[in-house]
């Protein structure tokens, strides 16, 4: 059975609370987690919160990948979803894990688009 | 046990097709799901895929609602992640389901940070 997607929703605990609040860290590492999974950009927002916090998401051409995160609980909510062969969303993963340094990963993978043939 | 938020992971099967592929008609609804949900819009992208197809990223100050469409196939991935007790997904929900008019839906809802106390 295929499916069209993969939808890793990421739970991020005990990650260093001033990379959270740091709207261009975030940014800069949206890009470079894209670049990593081998997708593409098609564009990409990200905003400040208030009082504190991060929201990003980039819409790529297989779909999406986005973060909220709440700097002060040292948590971040991340779902790095793609479509193709080409793609691999792992390695999307290891770049955020590298910038977020969390204590605690939580992973849940769902098929998206399971169409039978 | 509380969560920060409620992630409704949504599959909708046989909508109507002209639609999924009208980028103008998926942000004007992608508008009024977020205020049926009662969620502020921080920013909106949507974009035409090839060949066919749109993905379309709602930042909200409650987190994000992402669609992505493949209208040969009638199908349509949807994400509705809100924060906040003043937040009603179900309606963002609602408004979604009258654009498209799905034969099927799937949903899974996920909480999101579950944050022990």
């Known amino acids: 059975m295929k499916a069209l997607g ?3 929703i990421v739970e991020l605990y005990g990650c260093n609370g001033q990379a959270l609040n740091d709207v261009k860290l975030i940014a800069k590492m949206l890009k470079e987690a894209t670049e990593a ?6 564009s990409v927002q990200v905003h400040p919160l208030t009082p504190q916090g991060v929201s990003g998401v980039v819409v ?7 973060i909220h995160t709440w700097p002060e609980l040292g948590y971040a ?3 790095i979803y793609t479509c193709g062969e080409h ?6 993963l290891e770049v955020i894990r590298e910038y ?14 399971v169409l039978l043939e």
């Open 6 to 8: 993969r939808h890793m």
């Open 37 to 42: 999974a081998n997708a593409t950009i098609l």
């Open 100 to 113: 977020l340094n969390p204590k605690n990963v939580n992973i849940v993978e769902l098929k998206r688009g």
């Open 77 to 79: 909510s991340l779902d």
């Open 87 to 92: 793609t691999k969303p792992e390695r999307a």
């Open 60 to 66: 790529l051409a297989e779909s999406h990948i986005s």
